[in-house]
């Protein structure tokens, strides 16, 4: 997700503070609410929408610790062959 142009701010308060301001907006549709999401590449919070775009990051992220997890597991199966072999 490109978020270079995004707003960064330095502390979640300060960005569910502008969340707040603007789904408490009545002409805001509720399918458009904002949330504030962490971002490891700038350090910073992000604003952005709570639709696909936030679903799909959180995505990537669980696919990511499935994988992390996946080796983890290959990598004690195969300590257990070597151990088997002897
Ligand atoms: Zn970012």
Redesign the pocket.
């Known amino acids: 997700m490109n978020?270079?142009k995004?707003e960064?701010y330095f502390s979640k308060h300060l960005a569910d503070e502008y969340c707040a301001a603007y789904n408490n907006d009545i002409l805001v549709n509720q399918a458009e609410s904002l949330c504030s999401y962490w971002?490891n590449?700038?350090r910073?919070w992000?604003i952005g929408h709570m639709n696909s775009s936030y679903s799909t990051g959180t995505r990537a992220d669980r696919n990511l610790t499935g994988l992390m997890d996946q080796i983890a597991q290959e990598q004690i199966q195969n300590t257990d062959e070597e151990n088997s072999l002897d």
């Open positions: 978020c270079n995004k960064k971002c590449r700038h910073s992000h």
